[in-house]
Nanobody
Framework: QVQLVESGGGLVQAGGSLTLSCVSAGLMFGSSTMGWFRQPPEKDREFVAAINWGGSGRAYADAVKGRFTISRDNAKNTVYLQMNGLKPEDTAVYFC????????????????????WGQGTQVTVSS
C-alpha cells in the first residue's frame, strides 16, 4: 500500500473555496489513476473526482461538477482538489486514493476497488 497524506481541509463559509492536496510516497504515482472521495457524517464513502495518469482525463460526481476541479503535478507526486462554491452538504472527511490501473469509469467510482488511501482531511462548510 502506498502512503498518501492529505492536507488543506478546514472550516469555510458557504460559497467559499478550499484546495486540498495529497502527496503520494509511491514510485508509481506518475502511472496511477488518482481519486478523491468523501464521507459525510453517518454516510458511506462516495466518489468525488478522478484523474488519469497524465491529467488529460478527469471525471466528477454530478454533485460537484462545475464547482470542483481535480488536477495533478507528477513532478511533485501531488494531486489537488480545488473546491469552489462550497455548500453545507459538501461537509465531509475527504480522502485521496491511488490505484495503478487505467482510467476507466467501470471501476473508479467504486471505493472498494481502490487499494491505497490517505488518512482523510475534514472539510466543514457552515451555512
Amino acid at each position: 500500500q502506498v502512503q498518501l497524506v492529505e492536507s488543506g481541509g478546514g472550516l469555510v463559509q458557504a460559497g467559499g473555496s478550499l484546495t486540498l492536496s495529497c502527496v503520494s510516497a509511491g514510485l508509481m504515482f506518475g502511472s496511477s489513476t488518482m481519486g478523491w472521495f468523501r464521507q459525510p457524517p453517518e454516510k458511506d464513502r462516495e466518489f468525488v473526482a478522478a484523474i488519469n495518469w497524465g491529467g488529460s482525463g478527469r471525471a466528477y460526481a454530478d454533485a460537484v461538477k462545475g464547482r470542483f476541479t481535480i488536477s495533478r503535478d507528477n513532478a511533485k507526486n501531488t494531486v489537488y482538489l480545488q473546491m469552489n462554491g462550497l455548500k453545507p452538504e459538501d461537509t465531509a472527511v475527504y480522502f485521496c486514493a491511488q490505484e495503478y490501473r487505467p482510467f476507466e469509469r467501470s471501476w473508479y467510482e467504486d471505493s472498494k476497488l481502490w487499494y491505497s488511501w490517505g488518512q482523510g482531511t475534514q472539510v466543514t462548510v457552515s451555512s
